[in-house]
């Protein structure tokens, strides 16, 4: 497998998987959920987040839930889709290779790895511990979520 590259990522992707309520492999309820369970747990363990990195932020969807929670940190969002970035105001960066001048108190990164080969993998996780300073959620597909059939290769 090779990591996808940007030009998959265009406003007709977007359209199909993301806005189009019939082939979307998005429910913003459950990504509502999981950020409140995140932003929660991270206040009930008392970590201090001023910052928020969302490394391939899509749509946004965790920033209005991580606004609600931490109303004074400030969310920045980096997009691998040229299109996104356009669209939304997104950074354009990779999760691959992304830098930043300061590490983030809460980085997110949801729906990113199963896009990049070995050894981009291996690349991105190094990056997500560099931008990291108090807390990661990181979202991984296992071989048990393939086997199980948990995933719909079709949409996805």
């Known amino acids: 497998m ?8 265009d406003e007709a992707y977007y359209q199909r998987f993301y806005f189009d309520k019939k082939t ?21 363990l008392r970590v201090p987040v001023h910052r928020v990195l969302d490394m391939g932020c899509g749509i ?3 920033r209005d839930v991580v606004a609600r929670h931490f109303p004074h940190a400030s969310y920045h969002g980096v997009e691998f889709s040229p299109y996104l970035c356009e669209r939304f105001g997104w950074e354009r960066g990779s999760v691959v290779d992304y830098r930043a001048s300061a590490p983030y108190d809460l980085v997110v990164c949801q729906g990113v790895l199963p896009y990049l080969d070995a050894p981009d993998l291996k690349r991105a996780m190094h990056t997500l ?22 995933l719909d290769e079709d949409l996805t």
């Open 60 to 62: 946004g969807l965790w």
């Open 129 to 150: 511990g560099q931008l990291s300073h108090g807390a990661l959620y990181l979202e991984a597909v296992s071989r048990e979520d393939w086997e199980q059939d948990i």
């Open 24 to 44: 979307s492999v998005v429910d913003p309820g459950h990504v509502e959920r999981l950020g409140a369970f995140v932003c929660s747990y991270l206040q009930y």
């Open 2 to 9: 090779k990591s996808a590259q940007a030009e998959v990522f």
